[in-house]
């Protein structure tokens, strides 16, 4: 049987979300602790994966697992609660096909970065802290430009995997929250290391050593190296995947968190 796993994380001590060699990764405590609570071995396949230090309010991963007839779901998401570190948790549990897959049916994904403008002991492990107001009216003019179907090229990572670099923006923008700005991206997909260099580049703007007609000249060039640098990973949350609806029902999740309906989903998929 296939299971959907809801779960959230703070990345601060973790080397990001995959498996790699010598390092702790949230997957590798996910598949640790499902394997010993179901006493089988289990590996789980995310949604995305999240850089080292980045944290996640809304992550999915899914797993295939024969669960005992006196298991139900509801026990099983509270032993794997007690059996994980504080800093990661499972929220909702649900199975689906067999065929469903976390990354792949994901239709869209959210990234927030949040950044303080006063200062907070409590907020350094999830924000930015700016000593100074940026240009907020020069960073949205910026970000305007990233909506549509563009190559991210400038906005990623040289060593990064991917086959391309075409991603479907639908949302770019920075808002405020008391006490600060959140800058705000959703988009079909992401690659290596975008979401940071993007809002490091943004901040640039923000700051006046960019102008917004810079910054879209950088964002055509594909030259990763005409970008800013990096914004660090603490500010970045991965906080909302959506799947359509016949896949995930929106009773299932915590309030706040979206599924795509039918409409939607038609509509997305005709920009994809």
Known sequence: MRYFLHLAYDGT??????????????????????????????????????????????????????????????????????????????????????????????????????????PDPFATR??????????????????????????????????????HYNCTCFEAGWHLEPGGLVFRIRANRFVRGMVRLVVGTLLSVGRGKLSPAEFGEIFRSLSRVHASGAALAGGLFLCRVEYPADLVDAALLPVGLPYFSKKELECVDSHV
């Open 126 to 163: 999830f924000s930015l802290y700016l000593d100074r107001a940026p240009d907020l009216e020069a960073m949205n003019e910026a970000a305007a430009m990233l909506v549509g179907t563009h190559d991210f090229t400038s906005f990623s990572k040289v060593k990064g995997a991917e086959k």
């Open 13 to 118: 001590e973790y080397h990001g979300w995959q498996i790699q060699p010598r390092v702790t990764t949230v997957q590798q405590e996910l598949d640790r602790c499902l394997s010993q609570v179901l006493r089988q071995p289990v590996y789980c396949l995310g949604s995305g994966r999240t850089d080292s230090g980045v944290h996640a309010s809304h992550q999915v991963a899914h797993f295939d697992a024969d669960l005992p007839d006196t298991l139900d779901l509801a026990t099983l998401l509270y032993r794997l609660n007690r059996a994980l570190p504080t800093g990661i948790r499972g929220q909702v549990l649900h199975p689906v096909p067999p065929d469903a897959h976390a990354r792949f049916a994901a239709r869209a994904r959210t990234y927030e970065y949040h950044v303080r403008l006063t």
